[in-house]
């Protein structure tokens, strides 16, 4: 499965956010977006905008590709409720992102390692798929031979990072849970997100 390998300072410079979590915030040092300062921005058409907000998603995500975004979508209008929430629920249930949460991980991109690697479990059972769906009543946690790797137990010891109030993890001991489905509004977002208009967008190129 890919993997994002770009620029994640810039993405975060771009943004005006450390919107990865890294430790060495990028904006301490560069807080302007990148580019040519100064320049006259044009008005932003109503495509430029969905797609702004479709990007500030996939980064907030891990820079999900497009077609899994899409995927996303399509099954969140399959479910017949209210699309915009689904799809968020969808994304926020990944079990790399679950993971990140838990403060398992230092950042969503660590997240995404420590599962492709065979270090965590679901219900006891390893997972190393990233997109797997975290459902509620599930066990999240690392495997006894990695708990002495030395970024995981960094990230465990994070406790400025609040756990989101549909998780709940067990303090020192590599495990939570997901105690109920994620509501729209309890998404702790890294930065503002219009996702209906991320819905409209994937409609209209879908």
């Not at 807080?31 to 990007?55: C, T, W």
């Not at 998603?57 to 969140?76: F, H, P, S």
Request: glycine share 6%; proline share 6%; hydrophobic share 35%.
């Amino acid at each position: 499965m890919a993997r994002y390998t770009g620029p994640k300072n810039r993405i975060a410079r771009k943004y005006g956010v450390n919107i990865f979590g890294r430790r060495r915030n990028p904006m301490l040092h560069k807080p302007n977006p990148p580019g040519v300062h100064g320049a006259r921005r044009r008005k932003k058409s109503d495509y430029g905008l969905q797609l702004d907000e479709k990007q500030k998603l996939r980064a907030v995500y891990g820079m999900l590709a497009q077609k899994k975004l899409k995927r996303y979508y399509k099954e969140a209008v399959r479910r017949k409720e209210n699309t915009s929430h689904v799809f968020l629920e969808q994304l926020e249930c990944r079990l790399d992102n679950i993971v990140y949460r838990l403060r398992l991980a230092n950042t969503i991109f660590h997240a995404q390692q420590i599962v492709a690697h065979g270090h965590v479990q679901v219900n006891g059972k390893k997972v190393d798929v990233r997109s797997f769906q975290v459902k509620p009543g599930m066990v999240i946690s690392i495997r006894e031979k990695s708990q002495n790797n030395a970024l995981i137990k960094e990230a465990q010891g994070n406790t400025a990072r609040e756990i989101p109030p549909y998780l709940e993890i067990e303090e020192g001991k590599f495990t939570g849970k997901l105690l109920n489905t994620p509501e729209f509004d309890q998404v702790p977002l890294a930065l503002p997100i219009n996702v209906p208009l991320v819905c409209e967008f994937l409609a209209h190129t879908t």
